[in-house]
């Protein structure tokens, strides 16, 4: 059970590239999330999904894109990498039942560090 | 607006010092308060609280939650340089929404 799995974990893009964060888990978890997480700052919430074929905004959609074709993988796409998007992200997964079962622990991948020169 | 504050920003100790991390929160739809330890990596869990009162205990840590005072506490005791860490405290509510705090970064010295 390899849990949460993502890739690469280090990347250094030019401005203006694209390049896509990948997210795979073997939890069966529906609900699917990635975050970004500045120095010193707390998590902000970039995309979540709460099954496959379901993707909705977070806080801070801007520059990015997200699909879920399927319960395993939630891959996150940088169109236009700006220097802006220099931070590190994490992919994460919790298991719900639906409305009023409360949320679960949150399970998250190890983190990609992007630089963007 | 949801929110949750830590404090303080950041602590430093000296091994076998007792430390006590706070986290208070505004949440519309309070669902659980987890806490989690962040090393150089992603974060891992700790405890999950839903009810008032009743101490979520690991170790040498453990964890309680006030409802009506609408705050959290985790408390350390006999700290070692392997507590070394961010410790974040997050809300959730709902069931897909998850608030985090800026975290508590704590330095233990040997």
């Known amino acids: 059970n390899a849990g949460v799995t993502q890739t690469p974990k280090f990347r250094i893009l030019k401005i203006g590239q694209s390049m896509t964060l990948q997210c795979t888990q073997d939890m069966n978890h529906n609900y699917m999330y990635w975050y970004r997480q500045d120095p010193g700052m707390g998590l902000k919430l970039i995309y979540y999904s709460v099954g496959a074929g379901i993707t909705d905004k977070g806080e801070v959609p801007n520059g990015y894109n997200v699909s879920r074709s399927t319960t395993e993988d939630f891959p996150l796409r940088l169109e236009l990498a700006a220097p802006s998007q220099t931070s590190v992200y994490f992919c994460a997964s919790s298991y719900s039942t639906g409305f009023g079962s409360g949320a679960n622990v949150l399970t998250f991948g190890a983190g990609s560090r992007l630089t963007v020169l | 607006e949801d929110k949750v504050v830590q404090s303080p920003l950041s602590l430093v100790v000296h091994e076998g010092d007792t430390v006590t991390l706070n986290c208070s929160y505004e949440?519309?739809?309070?669902?659980?308060l987890l806490w989690y330890k962040q090393e150089k990596k992603a974060p891992t869990f700790l405890f999950m609280l839903?009810?008032?009162?009743i101490e979520k205990k690991s170790g040498r840590l453990s964890s309680i939650l006030d409802k009506k005072e609408l705050f959290s506490i985790l408390n350390i005791t006999a700290t070692q340089t392997g507590d070394s860490a961010v410790y974040l405290c997050a809300l959730t509510s709902g069931t897909y929404k998850y608030i985090f705090g800026t975290g508590t970064r704590l330095k233990v010295l040997a």
């Open positions: 949440v519309t739809n309070f669902r659980s």
């Open positions: 839903t009810s008032s009162g």
